[in-house]
């Protein structure tokens, strides 16, 4: 079966909107997603927009995609890129299609000069992990990841935090 990486386009929405909800089943069972098609359309493709998306096709069916958004490295003093998700459908896991796609994205970095790419992955999530290993990426276990959302990124920003 013919394999393609493109970039994706304001079409791909809907299938990309699929894909998140296939992601959610996957992350422990369906969860309401917070997006819907028509935001993906509009924070994707919009012409501000600092985030890309890539779907990869096999035999002309998506069989997933990638988000990747520009970051810094100021100890590197270069660009990199932060990779949002990497998802496919189950019918295609184990078919080279997630290579194909993060070998993709590694070539654009290279092409535009980055530093390096860097993405999450759930503790729990063993296929993954084995995968990124089995492609020399290296898990940073000396970072922790923080987040600061919903009522409490809404908290702080108008100042009413512990001190």
């Known amino acids: 079966m013919t394999l393609t990486v493109r970039q994706a386009c304001p079409e791909d929405a809907e299938a990309i909107y699929n894909m998140i909800a296939e992601l959610s089943v996957y992350k ?3 969860q309401d997603s917070l997006t819907s098609p028509e935001q993906i359309r509009t924070m994707l493709f919009s012409p501000e927009s600092n985030t890309e998306a890539f779907i990869c096709e096999m035999g002309g069916f998506i069989a997933g995609y990638a988000v990747i958004t520009s970051s810094y490295s100021a100890w590197l003093g270069r660009r990199g890129i932060y990779m949002e998700d990497l998802y496919f459908s189950p019918d295609y896991r ?3 299609v997630g290579k194909a796609l993060l070998k993709f994205i590694a070539q654009e970095a290279v092409k535009r000069q980055c530093g390096r790419i860097e993405w999450s992955a759930l503790s729990w999530d063993q296929p993954a992990k084995e995968f990124y290993q089995s492609i020399d990426a290296l898990p940073l276990n000396e970072w ?14 108008d100042g009413r935090f512990s001190e």
């Open 94 to 96: 184990g078919l080279g």
């Open 144 to 157: 922790v990841r923080y987040r600061l959302d919903g009522a409490a990124l809404h908290r702080f920003a």
């Open 28 to 30: 422990q069972g369906l």
